[in-house]
């Protein structure tokens, strides 16, 4: 290659690929070439229930039953390519056919779902289940709603962020062996 200076400045002569090229096809070739960084896949989460609602009863002294948990297992999966890392989960769950909401509205940080799942990252083209659980004071009686936002980036620190709603296909109640007679604080099951 050949540099030519003219007029204090330095100029490239030859460019050997580019001088087989037409110039028309120079300008999109450094268009493509330039802009392909701008076209990378971003992260996406795609949320879902996975199986039933479950709830068994809070029981003490054997026959006393002082409340209802209930959980949904929520499968997060990554559509876009990218890992993504969660930030925060938001949320709510609600008891519809009581119309009552499930102990109000939760948050889980990043280090509370690595504490308690094991990891708080949906790998690219992968999925990861966390089980999210509320409490109701009397029986549930279904559908339960999941309702909430999550907060998340994906490896190149874009944000993703994805609200969701979806009902459980099915509520299976676990209701407590009360054979042994009435509640002896109470006097009733």
């Known amino acids: 290659m050949n540099w030519i200076e003219r007029g204090g400045g330095t100029a490239l002569a030859e460019v050997p690929f ?3 090229l037409p110039l028309v096809a120079t300008f999109p070739m450094i ?5 392909g960084g701008c076209n990378a896949r971003q992260g996406e989460l795609g949320v879902e ?5 479950v709830s068994v009863p809070f029981v003490f002294h ?3 039953v002082a409340g209802w948990s209930v959980a949904v297992d929520v499968r997060l999966r990554e559509t ?10 938001t949320f709510r769950l609600t008891d519809e056919g009581r119309n009552a909401e499930l ?3 939760y948050t889980l940080t990043a280090a509370e779902l690595t504490e308690r799942f094991g990891g708080n990252f949906v790998p690219a ?3 990861r289940v966390y089980r999210l659980a509320g409490r109701a004071d009397a029986r549930p009686e279904g559908p339960i709603l999941l309702a909430g936002a999550i907060d998340a980036r994906d490896e190149s620190g874009r944000t993703v962020a994805t609200s969701f709603r979806s009902s459980a296909p099915e509520l299976v109640v676990h209701d ?6 009435p509640c002896p604080i109470t006097g009733s099951p």
């Open 18 to 20: 580019m001088k087989r």
């Open 31 to 35: 268009a493509v070439v330039s802009l």
């Open 49 to 53: 229930l996975s199986g039933p609602a």
């Open 62 to 64: 054997g026959n006393c």
């Open 80 to 89: 876009g390519g990218r890992t993504v890392v969660i930030r925060s989960l």
């Open 103 to 105: 102990g109000g509205s």
């Open 125 to 127: 083209h992968g999925s």
């Open 176 to 181: 407590p062996d009360l054979s042994g007679g």
